[in-house]
């Protein structure tokens, strides 16, 4: 079993930064890949990146390619998002979650994911 808890959200001014964080407990011998999503209001959950057990691989969608770095530390249990250069459509609750099944191969499919964190709110002002 694997619980998971965000932190680091809150509201920061456009073209600011903030750094995500997700505390990992995990009772499980897999290797596991870990991934953040996002939900704003009226939409539908988006993926934001992916890392794999190893964070050899990394996954990143489109809307945050080159502004948002995902990174973890297995000895600390916790998965990070750092995230600059922020914009006002960036403003979403953000989650993170864990697939036990795809230690290997990051996946952008929510589907994929079988735990989920309750969720950080980023406020993003312009």
């Known amino acids: 079993q694997v619980q998971l808890g965000e932190s680091g959200g809150g509201l920061v001014q456009a073209g600011g930064s903030l750094r995500l964080s997700c505390a990992v407990s995990?009772?499980?011998?897999?290797?596991?890949?870990m991934g953040w999503f996002r939900q704003a209001p009226g939409k539908e959950r988006e993926f934001v990146a992916a890392?794999?057990?190893?964070?050899?691989?990394?996954l990143y969608g489109d809307s945050v390619k080159g502004r948002f770095i995902i990174s973890r530390d297995n000895a600390k249990n916790t998965v990070a998002l750092q995230m600059n250069s922020l914009k006002p459509e960036d403003t979403a609750v953000y989650y993170c979650?864990?697939?036990?099944?795809?230690?290997?191969?990051?996946?952008?499919?929510?589907?994929?994911?079988?735990?989920w964190g309750q969720g950080t709110q980023v406020t993003v002002s312009s």
């Open positions: 890392i794999t057990w190893s964070g050899g691989t990394t």
């Open positions: 979650a864990a697939d036990l099944e795809h230690g290997l191969v990051p996946s952008r499919s929510l589907r994929d994911y079988d735990y």
């Open positions: 995990a009772r499980t011998g897999r290797t596991y890949s």
